[in-house]
């Protein structure tokens, strides 16, 4: 148990607990967004993509427990998260001071429509997040049938500034080199990180850069079509909703798990009254 854990971060009593998983490692980024990885349990399998619900002992001695997408691929043996630390939230202003060694309580049981299987067969994704939207997709973008079922794959992400732009960046640029599934990944992965409130390289709303048809030209592709074309989305509940109709605007038809078509969405987070 690391020294400041008694002073940080989860009660001792989660030691007790049959889902506690203990933390590997810890990177912040900005002083809103950092990420850490924990153990993984024996018998957790799920698909990249999905979600579980993780949290620590509440004062009243109750886990206290979000949803959060596994940002890591299900091959990897360790799990990974990517957090918002909201100031006065019940969960994220405890939970961004672990340390390794602390323990998390996490709930083996993974959900979510942000997989592979809710899309039909396609010959470009888009992956297109805001914020902490980015996590399941660093789950998809290390998974091998990403590469496997689709010839051209787009990260769209957008953040107000750079430096909430870095653990995607990172997390891509480190793929190259990576050496399960570098080669694989070839030239068919194209990143387009966007910043809307600080100056950089690529500008402007995803929503923007879709309808405006920026983004293609970009690339000299062709618009988006439902014969070729398959998008997860991920981000704020008003992001959901605009790039929902964009993609219907293409054609493209939301499908789930049980009903598989040409996109999926789910929430980044819930927001306030929502
Ligand atoms: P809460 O009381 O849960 O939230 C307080 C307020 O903070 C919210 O009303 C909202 O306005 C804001 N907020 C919460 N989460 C975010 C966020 N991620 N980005 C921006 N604003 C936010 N959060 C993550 O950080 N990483 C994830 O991978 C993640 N995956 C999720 C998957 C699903 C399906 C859902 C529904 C939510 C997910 N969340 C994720 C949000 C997460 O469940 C919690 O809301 C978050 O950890 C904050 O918890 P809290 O108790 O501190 O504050
Ligand atoms: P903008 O700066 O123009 O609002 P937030 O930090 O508020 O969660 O937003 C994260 C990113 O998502 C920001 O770059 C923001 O752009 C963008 N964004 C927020 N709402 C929408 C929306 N409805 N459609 C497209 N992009 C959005």
Known sequence: MNDLAATSTSSP?????PDAQTVTSVKHWTDR??????TRPQSLRFRSGEFVMIGLLGENG????????????????????????????????????IQPGDEIILRPKPVGTLVHDALLPGKRLWFLATGTGIAPFASL??????????EEIYMLHTC????????????????????????????KLRYYPTTTREESPLMGRITDNLESGRIFDHYGIAPMNPATDRAMVCGSLAFNVDVKEVLEAFGLREGANSDPKEY???????????
């Open 13 to 17: 009593a989660a030691k007790h607990l």
């Open 33 to 38: 967004l950092f990420s850490f990885r924990v």
């Open 62 to 97: 109750k886990p206290l427990l979000r949803a959060y997408s596994i940002a890591s691929p299900s091959w990897d043996e360790e799990l990974e998260f990517y957090s918002i630390k909201v100031p006065d939230g019940p969960l994220t202003s405890k939970l961004q001071h």
């Open 141 to 150: 973008m290390r998974e091998p049938e990403t590469y496997e079922k689709y």
């Open 160 to 187: 107000r500034t750079l430096a909430e732009l870095e653990y995607g960046r990172e997390l891509v640029e480190s793929l190259k080199d990576d050496p399960l599934i570098g080669e694989m990944i070839g030239d």
């Open 264 to 274: 999926v969405v789910e929430k980044a987070f819930v927001g306030d009254g929502i």
